[in-house]
C-alpha cells in the first residue's frame, strides 16, 4: 500500500506562486510514476503533470511555461511549483502513484494510489 498527503494549497493573487508537496509512504516511491490531477467545481478531474522515474516530465498544455514537476526520491515527495497562476487554476489538486511504468500518463485510470486533496484557490 501508498499513502500520500498533498500539501501546500491556498489562496494566492493572480500571477502569483505556490509550491505543492505529495509525501508518500508504504512501498518503494522510486517505482512509480508521479502525477498531478485538479478538479474544478462541476468539472471533471483532469490531468496537470507527471514525471516517470526516470525524471521525464509531462504537462497539459494549459500549465506548460508556468508549472514545474519534480521529484525528490530520497524523500519520497513529489512537487507541483505554480507560478503566473491564473484564475482558471482553481481546483482541488490531486496528487498520484503509478505501482507500475504504463504508457497513458495522462489518464486517471493510469494510477493506482490518490491523495486526499489541497485546494487551490487563485484570485483575480
Known amino acids: 500500500q501508498v499513502q500520500l498527503v498533498e500539501s501546500g494549497g491556498g489562496v494566492v493573487q493572480a500571477g502569483g506562486s505556490l509550491r505543492l508537496s505529495c509525501a508518500a509512504s508504504?512501498?518503494?516511491?522510486?517505482?512509480?510514476?508521479m502525477a498531478w490531477f485538479r478538479q474544478a467545481p462541476g468539472k471533471e478531474r483532469e490531468f496537470v503533470a507527471a514525471?516517470?522515474?526516470?525524471?521525464?516530465?509531462y504537462y497539459t498544455d494549459s500549465v506548460k511555461g508556468r508549472f514545474t514537476i519534480s521529484r525528490d526520491n530520497a524523500k519520497n515527495t513529489v512537487y507541483l511549483q505554480m507560478n503566473s497562476l491564473k484564475p482558471e487554476d482553481t481546483a482541488v489538486y490531486y496528487c498520484?502513484?503509478?505501482?507500475?511504468?504504463?504508457?497513458?500518463?495522462?489518464?486517471?485510470?493510469?494510477?493506482?494510489?490518490w491523495g486526499q486533496g489541497t485546494q487551490v484557490t487563485v484570485s483575480s
Open positions: 514525471i516517470r522515474s526516470a525524471g521525464i516530465t
Open positions: 508504504g512501498r518503494t516511491f522510486s517505482m512509480y510514476i
Open positions: 498520484a502513484a503509478a505501482a507500475v511504468d504504463r504508457l497513458l500518463v495522462r489518464s486517471r485510470g493510469s494510477y493506482d494510489y
